[in-house]
Every structure is written in C-alpha cells, then in structure tokens.
C-alpha cells in the first residue's frame, strides 16, 4: 500500500505521461492534485517509487514513466469509468437511435463506434452460447432440389445452411416439413433440440432429417462472431515497423483474439494492462473489456486494445456506455 503522498504523486505522473507521452519531472507534478510539497520531496517520493516497481526512469537525467505496476494502481484507483464528453454523448445517442439489423452487422457497427470514441482499435465477440434458443425457423426454396434453412435465435443472431433435397420434393411438402420442425426446435437450444417424431412418410422424414443436419450444420459453422476495427490505429504504441506487422496479423487470427479476451473476462478483469493478457507481441497494449448481454445472459464482449499510456477513465467510459446501451437495444430486439 500506498501512503496519500505517494499516491497522489504517482497518479500525477501517470496521467500527465497519458496526456504527453513524456517523461515526467518532479517539477511538472509540484501542484497537481494532492501534491502540496517540494519539488525536492517529489523527486524523494519518485525515487522511492521507482525503487518499488510503480515508475521507471528511460534515462539518467529524464523525468520518470509509469509502469505495468503504476498503471495497474492508477487504474484500481479511479474508482470507476470517468464521464463521456458532450460530443461523445452526442454520437453514442445518434447511434442507438437508428441501430436495427441483424446482430452480426449491430455488432460490427457498435465497434466502429467504440472506435471513433476511443480512437483505439475494438474487438467485439459475439458468442452464439449454448443458453440461446431457437426463436424461428424458415425454409427458404432457391432452386427444385435446394432451399435454405434460416434459423433465428434467442441472442439475435441468424444462422443460414443449404439443404440439398430430391428434385421431386414439392414446395407444399417443404413447408409442411417447415411447419413440423419449427414446432419441435422453437424455444429449444440448439444443443437440446433432439429430433422431431417421424412423420411415416419416408420422403418427408427425408427432407425433415436433411433440415435437421442444416440446422446443426449452421451451428457448427458460426462459432464466434469476431469484429476488429481501426486495426491501423494501434501503430503508435509500436516503434518497430516488424512488430507492428507480427501485431496486425495477430489481429487476423480469430481464435487468437478470441482466446486473449476470454482469458482477461475469466480472470474478471476489467483491464489488461501490458503482460497481464498474456499475448506476448501485445505486451506494449492493454485491453478495456465488458460483458454485453441478452436478457440478462452473457452474450458477448465488446473491448478496446490500445497502448498501455491510453486515457483509462475516458476508455473505460466509453466501453460501459456502449455494452450497457447494446445490451439493451438487443434485449428489446
């Protein structure tokens, strides 16, 4: 722990490092909030703070920078989100307000607009979850002998699969069979869907089975829905041109993305800062990351990835303002 001296000079000097990418002096903190000493004690205290792992010095004669461990004080200290700006208000409000669509262009769209509010590259993963049931099943004919089963579910998101089927198979018995499936998987998860009763009619239990398997089919095929926006944007935490390309084409790799911001959310972390994601090209990034949910069930995470110096309270206000705010526009559909 920290004494308020301390404290307080440590917060100056990260936030004032946020605001300049600077080195920062004991003179530039002498006045800052809390800090009501000496310049001579502000070295003192940054000194000691060096030597306990919070702040770090680049050269002899330059000021100090924060490190994972000052970031990670600073960020369990502000005791919450900081407040949007009125410009940012503006565009969150404008958003919600005509948002509507199918989940997967909602959720695409929600992080182009986390990344104009942050400046910083987002990742949205929306999960399909094994909680989600089966809100509608339509087959749609496209030629004689193939149609497209269109499951919507409970969490928003819309499944497609093609059903090869005999060429003598009629429109009326495709919409008979349409009618029996959907009574059978309607308000079931897709995991506990079982299988419909035969029909006795052997063409029918075919085209009923092949609907069946396209229905698992779609499932097995969409997995995680993965955004990531403003990939570009990340290029000023990195010096090195080569480690900025090992980095955009870590952000191609879904499973990657997906595994570091399963890992921050199982650890309840709210932020990762540097090492703490565990993704060693990201180790000069952190991650904001919140839930947003579905009538109340976890549907997805929606985060930024950004240098480790990025205006935390800002980021993390604008990460709980848009989860809260989709959470609710997918809630009520």
């Not at 009629?170 to 029909?199: F, I, K, Y």
Request: net charge negative; with cysteine.
């Amino acid at each position: 722990m920290l004494d308020d001296r301390k404290s307080a000079i440590l917060r100056a000097v990260v936030q004032q490092y946020i605001e300049t990418a600077q080195p920062v002096g004991s003179g530039n903190v002498v006045g800052s909030s809390g800090v009501a000493v000496s310049p001579a004690t502000v070295r003192s205290e940054m000194t000691l703070l060096e030597r306990e792992g919070y702040l770090a010095q680049p050269h002899t004669s330059a000021g100090r920078v924060p490190t994972e461990k000052g970031y990670r004080f600073f960020v369990d200290t502000l005791g919450g989100p900081g407040q949007l700006g009125p410009a940012q208000v503006r565009q969150v409000r404008a958003f919600f307000s005509h948002a509507h669509g199918e989940l997967e262009g909602m959720l695409r769209d929600a992080g182009r607009l986390l990344t104009r509010l942050t400046s910083t590259t987002t990742v949205v993963v929306g999960e399909q979850g094994e909680r989600a049931t089966i809100r509608s099943l339509q087959l749609v004919s496209l030629t004689s002998s193939v149609s497209l089963a269109v499951v919507v579910l409970s969490t928003g998101a819309v499944l497609k699969h093609h059903i090869e089927l005999a060429p003598e198979t009629s429109t009326d018995e495709v919409a008979l069979v349409q009618n029996l499936v959907a009574s059978h998987v309607v308000g079931r998860t897709l995991v506990g869907m079982g299988e419909p009763p035969a029909t006795g009619d052997p063409r029918r239990d075919a085209v009923q089975q092949a609907t069946m398997n396209a229905i698992r089919g779609a499932a097995e095929d969409e997995g995680h829905h993965v955004y990531v926006d403003g990939a570009s944007r990340i290029a000023g935490a990195f010096a090195e041109a080569e480690t900025l390309r090992e980095v955009l084409g870590l952000l191609e790799q879904q499973l990657t993305v997906v595994s570091m911001i399963q890992n921050v959310m199982d650890r309840g972390l709210t932020v990762a800062i540097g090492s703490e994601h565990g993704v060693v090209p990201l180790s000069e990034c952190s991650v904001v990351v919140a839930p947003f949910l579905i009538d109340g069930e976890h549907a997805g995470t929606i985060g930024v990835l950004g240098p480790t110096r990025m205006n935390y309270p800002e980021t993390l206000a604008a990460v709980a303002t848009v989860s809260e705010r989709l959470s609710r526009l997918l809630t009520e559909g």
